[in-house]
């Protein structure tokens, strides 16, 4: 099948589903009209920051929010003993301009991810699976699976093909975009194609790996996927508005998502598109709320053994300064989590150790802006003023 300049950059966007950035450049589609800003800080907590700060960060995340043609932004950042900026920014809604609040649900994409391996290391830790195991131990039909183990999946280091690459599952899904997918489809994509690299040999990132990963969670527990992240990780972390959704529905309230990975290259409305194909790689729902508290379980490892924590964290160079992958995650700048793209929607949530801080981002597109992922602008806008030792400044390349 030939590929379009549309089917390429989707090929890039679903892959990643996000990987921090930056981009490769999108198509010359432009994005949906921004109109004119409307800060929400009703709901922003007491003892915020300073007046000065506060205004600096308004006005930074207007400046990206304007050159990228984001639509709506909505940041949180906590940082104890120095205060806490809570904002919501221009429109949930670009038909209606209704404006964006701080309490919308979003798609996280790829954050998902953080979830899935967290699942499997808490299988570690009952002593149900270890992470050298190979994969084939659980699952049949993977290519070279008796060579491929599940800390090399999870550290995105299979040398699987992934699947939102082949040509076909782009045309498949893009021709239908509210279409159910399953885990066993979507890998199918990607087992016809030769692997890309030994196991262990190299850093690919490929939702390949999680969906994997999400299957041998079923078989190990007996659960459906989306029932044992709810008994195991989202009901002891407290997360009541986070949740892996069966098909494209989407809790209210929420926001209009804006995408340009369409088969035409033109902009449209992406926020009923079902995320069954990205499943455990990048198909689940949170707010604000929830991934300010998920960001430091994730990052300090409340639900883990410090020993397996300790192995999540043992980040490899990706092969761009700045950002190393671990088991799930990654460390840009010193910060610790995950971003998300998924299209119509980005987000990023990170902690900072050092400072023990976090960082919430969620906005309603995922549309590059000179070939750079807009939730990355962002949060490198933010972390230059608030952390100037800390950016968050470098991202993986899309393959």
Not at 81 to 97: F, I, L, N, Q
Not at 307 to 313: C, D
Request: with cysteine.
């Amino acid at each position: 099948m030939r590929r379009t300049p549309a089917r390429r950059v989707l090929s890039a966007t679903l892959l990643v589903a996000s990987v921090l950035a930056p981009m490769a450049a999108a198509p010359a589609t432009a994005a949906p009209a921004v109109p004119p800003s409307r800060t929400v800080a009703a709901d922003c907590p007491p003892h915020g920051f300073d007046r000065e700060l506060t205004a600096r960060l308004d006005k930074a995340i207007e400046k990206v929010r304007r050159q990228a043609g984001i639509p709506g932004v909505v940041a949180g950042l906590w940082m104890p003993g120095k205060g806490s900026y809570v904002r919501a920014t221009g429109v949930a809604d670009t038909a209606t301009r209704e404006p964006m609040t701080t309490g919308v649900y979003t798609r996280i994409g790829s954050e998902t991810k953080t979830f899935t391996v967290t699942a499997l290391l808490e299988l570690v830790d009952d002593g149900r699976v270890g992470l050298d195991d190979p994969i084939s131990r659980y699952i049949h039909g993977v290519p070279r699976g008796s060579r491929i183990t599940l800390r090399h999946l999870a550290e995105m280091r299979s040398g699987l093909f992934p699947y939102t690459a082949d040509a076909t599952f782009q045309h498949d899904l893009l021709s239908d975009p509210r279409r159910s997918f399953t885990p066993r489809q979507v890998l199918a994509y990607g087992f016809k194609h030769k692997n890309t690299s030994a196991p262990g040999k190299k850093f690919e990132y490929s939702n390949t790996n999680l969906v994997l990963l999400g299957l041998v969670v079923e078989k190990v527990s007996g659960l459906r996927l989306a029932d044992f992240l709810d008994r195991r990780v989202l009901r002891p972390a407290r997360l009541s508005h986070t949740l892996l959704p069966r098909g494209f529905e989407f809790p209210l309230p929420h926001s209009r998502g804006y995408t340009n990975q369409t088969l035409t290259g033109e902009v449209t409305d992406s926020t009923d598109w079902n995320p069954s194909w990205a499943w455990a790689a990048g198909g689940m729902i949170s707010d604000l709320h929830d991934l300010r508290r998920w960001a430091k379980i994730v990052a300090t490892g409340t639900l883990l053994r410090p020993e397996t924590q300790a192995q999540r964290l043992k980040t490899l160079p990706t092969g761009i300064p700045g950002t190393s992958y671990g088991l799930g995650i990654f460390d840009s700048g010193g910060w610790i989590g995950h971003n998300g793209s998924i299209p119509g929607y980005q987000t990023v949530t990170v902690y900072l150790p050092s400072k023990k801080a976090t960082l919430v981002l969620m906005i309603n597109t995922d549309i590059a802006y000179q070939g750079q992922e807009p939730s990355s602008l962002l949060a490198r806008a933010i972390t230059e003023i608030v952390t100037p030792d800390n950016v968050y400044d470098r991202a993986l390349p899309r393959p």
